[in-house]
C-alpha cells in the first residue's frame, strides 16, 4: 500500500515562507503526475498545486499563484511546496497525492492519504 509521507509544516508569520516536502514509502513517484491538497479548519480539502512527472508542466489553484511553486526530485523520489507570502487563510493541513486532470480539475488518484503536514499562518 502507498504511504505518504509530508514534513515541513510549522507556525509562521504572516508574509513567512516553508517549504513542504512529500515522499513515498513502497512506490517511486516518478512516473506518476503529483500534487498537493489542503484542508482548513472546518472545509473539504482542496487542490493547491499539480506537477506532470517530468517536472515541466505546472498548475496551481488561482488562490496561491505566485506565492507557491511546486518541484520535484525524481532521483530523491520526493515533491515539494515552496510557499511564501503566506497568508492566515493558508493555514490547513496540507497533503500530497497523485493527481488525475479530470476536464479542468485536479483530482487525487491514490487512495490513501498520509498524516499530512500541519501549516500555521499567524496574522
Known amino acids: 500500500q502507498v504511504q505518504q509521507v509530508e514534513s515541513g509544516g510549522g507556525l509562521v508569520q504572516a508574509g513567512g515562507s516553508l517549504r513542504l516536502s512529500c515522499t513515498a514509502s513502497?512506490?517511486?513517484?516518478?512516473?506518476?503526475?503529483m500534487g498537493w491538497f489542503r484542508q482548513p479548519p472546518g472545509k473539504e480539502r482542496e487542490f493547491v498545486a499539480a506537477i506532470n512527472w517530468s517536472g515541466e508542466r505546472l498548475y496551481y489553484a488561482e488562490s496561491v499563484k505566485g506565492r507557491f511553486t511546486i518541484s520535484r526530485d525524481n532521483a530523491k523520489n520526493t515533491v515539494h511546496l515552496q510557499m511564501n507570502s503566506l497568508k492566515p487563510e493558508d493555514t490547513a493541513v496540507y497533503y500530497c497525492n497523485a493527481v488525475l486532470k479530470v476536464g479542468t480539475d485536479y483530482v487525487p488518484s491514490f487512495t490513501s492519504w498520509g498524516q499530512g503536514s500541519q501549516v500555521t499562518v499567524s496574522s
Open positions: 513502497g512506490l517511486s513517484l516518478n512516473t506518476y503526475a
